[in-house]
């Protein structure tokens, strides 16, 4: 399933991402929508789990 949001540029305050990079498939142009979308003097959260982590990596 994929939904498409159409936002403005440099309108968000705060981008929240967690554990989804791993599974978009081009990552980087998730980070320049994430930059794209923010406001100067915005905040972004991405996260992803480590491979090596105890609950399992990539």
């Known amino acids: 399933m994929c939904y498409i949001f159409l936002v403005l540029n440099k309108?968000?305050?705060v981008v929240f991402c967690t554990s989804l990079i791993g599974h978009v498939l081009d990552p980087l142009g998730l980070l320049h929508e994430?930059?794209?979308v923010l406001r100067k003097g915005g905040w972004s959260?991405?996260?992803?789990p480590s491979f090596?982590?105890?609950r399992g990596g990539y």
């Open 45 to 48: 959260y991405v996260s992803f």
């Open 52 to 54: 090596d982590s105890p």
């Open 34 to 36: 994430i930059r794209r």
């Open 11 to 13: 309108i968000l305050d």
